[in-house]
């Protein structure tokens, strides 16, 4: 049994790896820490866990951490987090880091878009990103696994393969992406308040948001292409799920219809993820209703323009923020490190 | 046109106010105050007001509102508010209180229940309680109303005129209701959060809630008689509306049948609520969408057993929370206080 | 008073007809039909109507109906649509269409994107679209209006501007929107069950949706220029309401900066509806909550791009699709055809 | 490998079933059918099965199941269901039924309340409810197994030790649940269409839904006792999840007071369920949100009156109808019938 510990234990994305991990056949939650409720019950700060699970939230003490865990799932929010991970790593734990803090490749990225001064800068550029379907070898191996952002995942998954086979523009792409409310966090703010949020979309951080360097960012490293993306959120009157609708300008090739088009884009993305058990091409337009509350994705793409004059293709691609964007992925990455198959648990 | 002003403009209430006042043709929002936004616009308090008020929140100065305002319309929390409404009523303006402090009948039953001392028990007993289907005359002339709250809305208008005409159980009657969120009001709470109260139903404060004892009171005083009730808030997955499923026991007569007594019950409160323009009693089972948005209130009566041994009957009586159990209230106490048809401008 | 008659009541579009004209001082509903409930109280169709609404539906007859009402809404599908027009206006009632029947400028236009011969072709083009900011004085003396489609509000009324003063370019614009499910109707499919929509965002008729041609149709009739719009819809999680997220490439100037450019875009949306009661330009950025149960239109530009190299703009516009979209902005309508302010009552 | 069959395969206890199989690392789906909808993949009646389930829906042909499946979970509506069971035992195939058919204990109890003939008296009282926390041994080897139904397992559960235990008075128990709106089913109905429920409570069936005699039934069979139950449902905007508050009249002994009747109910529930993997007996009030996804069950006790005068006592319990009120009860059935551990897959 891997041995987890779960760093910041009080919000969505915690109480989600606790509850994945109390389904999990070779993993159990062993420790679980919150600065704010220390000696309570885990089961408390999450009532679904009643009787579910005994664990109660200890101090942050990463050497009494390193003998009751194998690794640890770090859920605090970007630039408290670099610092914890440091101290987890110094004892020796392996850590799938929930923040922002080692995701970009380079510091005066992050520097920019997060507005602080990183507090391990001589990692940033060798710590993997826990994208298994990309890089299951490097994380394989990890002392510190990158986990990435919910954003993020819903368009790097459709658009990385496209632009790696040179078959979109690369300064050409919108991504309007529509995340249930789960995904801002479980701190009392007026602005996730029930009465705020329900029966209301609304978009926010328009060509602002730090997920969407963070796309540019994993997109080049993929492909080895620049991309220029602009990022529109919205925050949807839903618990989970994330909806990406992506315009792209397909390149075009002599005699291209609407049909030849759709058909190269369909058959890039399947084939960049034949056998991935996760990653789903479908022929239907994904609704965020089949994938939330799994590991799963789904992505379709349809082609604009009359037969014979092909125009921008429109993906459509669903995940799950709180699964495949943040908390089964890290099961899924640690599957990977510990040697499981990628579906354990999941 | 009625001058009014609006004291504590930050809540769902006092939107709802300022909504319904833009609709009034004859009376005005013409102060908004508020201790923490002073200065502010109160389109950016409420953005779904902008383009359509123009008025800024200023500080409370009671002598200044006095000279803006014929009457106020006082959103603040009890006890906090029964100090403002003093020295509003010591300038001479007419006040309608949304707090809890003006509406019990007797200083000790409100202190048990508030835990706070009341800052001007004086007024205990000589404040009217604002639900002009039974107080119109005393709200015509009154200095200051309390305006009712919304549970015992939901509860009083079925049961006083069936305990009144002496057709049920005093001491045997159980109210379950069933609250949108709004009612929890508009300051960050873990507990009202979307992620916290969406896809879920939950009891809360059973057998201890507040509203509880205010139903007995006014009960009480609609028909002389003492009542009994066990009440059961519950927070439900909608913005807006209270439906309360309410159990009482018939008093039966020679040759009851279940029909007898539907007829009796029904009959009773229809001809209490003739003439009333807001209060139906409907042969469906309302639901809390046909009366949102509305200052109307839909009930009915089903008799419960077998047909010639008549059980229980369970009262279904649905409003809005933010409409009839709050601000369309104090419109329609307005309308009452300054004249005017009771409908107007709702 | 303006005697009304809805044809086609069991919808969203008639209950929203009928309870504006409710609280409208200066008209009335007088007569109900329908096909499948003749002889029924329009309240056992709509309870939320109850105790508030004494009409029964009668059939189709449209001499009758002209002695009883002046102005018709007609809430029937397309293609049925134009049909019952014709006999309406063939005994001298003037018609608020809520169908798309006569909002297209060109028949095989029309009848390429609704799939059937049109039943009254020679109207076409001689129909005013109902959209009074625009065509106010032709809507004040038309015998039929064209209302416009939800969609296409949400769309035309922030594009129009920008196409006519030639400040973004006409062959590069995106509409991505999100609409409550009211807009589906209330016709019982599985597509619009509770439980399939609910708690999921999902696109749907990308690239092929009927509004994507009326969106461009107006925008050239009011600017004269044609446009190219790529339009998806979606399915969001909220009876009402509408978003559109829209994006353009604005036309640059030298030295242009984001600034200059987002002040420009705001500007020109400024001018264009001032004076316009329901058509607000803010600050801040729209939601959907900010403007349903209202006929009011709320949107804001936001520059994306580096400082000195401004890129596409981003527009949002939010309305209510019940609202704006469909019922209020007929009564806004009907307002302008019988000379009355075009707020009153709304 | 438990060999699974789907009886019935296009309603959402179906696709939970399916779902619910995917993870179970025991048993696997290998026949699902459908009348309607033969021939088509399941993952198209089901889009959230895309790329994760390969099974094509089949004619029902009890034969040829009998060699493919082991079990069937027959996801029928009642009266159709019995006839299928019939001819799926025939052939040698263990059958749970999720339908009513074979829940009531007697012929004309159930003719009474279907309102049909019943198609297979002879079987009436010989097949176990499987309710696995009473029935555990008959269900191990039953060839039949009433699935219980989603209401009766919210109050059987807190109900049913304390009539066993002579705790509460048989006569006065009123159940008030609120279900989401999955029990409805997938049909599409008027009256489950997303704009009729959303945003809105209701009650329904009041005092007259066929689970109040399924209840009445049960705690009969568990205790000896004849109990009376006024049962109110209430359709609740929510997917998923039933909490039933249930009012409950304690037998009181000399000297009791609200703390001393608290404890023993809370005591005779916590000892009737100890060891029982799924059942909770928790001190927070439960809401649905806490066991939405889970076959697990939280109930708590709230006793009312003053302290040395208590008086009714208040049961909230909260389960999942599509989980422990259908298709996960359903997999903890069969794994006790093919002497599995009740939790594995769960």
Redesign the interface.
Known sequence: MIRVALIGSTG?TALEVARLLL?H?QAELTVATSRSDEGKPLAEIH??L???CEIALQEFAPARIAEQADVAMCCLPHGASAETVRELAAVGIRVIDFSADFRLSSVPLYEHWYGVKHPWPERIGSVVYGMPEYYADEIATADIVANPGCYPTSAIMPLAPLVRDRLIENDDI?V?S?S???GAG?S???G?????????????A??SHRHGPEMQDLIHRISGESVQI?F?P?L??????I?S?I?VRPKLLEGDTVETVQTRLMGALRHAYQGQPFV?V?D???????????N?V?MTV????EKNSP??A?I?CAIDNLSKGASSAAIQNMNVMFGLDATTGL
């Open positions: 969505y389904a056949p009532p679904s009643a009787g579910r919108i309007d529509k249930g409310v789960s479980r009392p703010k007026l996730t308040l029930y009465c705020e949020v329900n029966e209301s979309i609304a978009a926010y328009i060509a602009l529109t919205h949807t009157p839903m618990d989970r799920g909806l609708t315009y789903h479908v239907h337009i994904p609704a965020t209703k089949h994938v939330v509350m799994t799963h789904q349809r082609v604009a323009g125009g921008r429109v459509v």
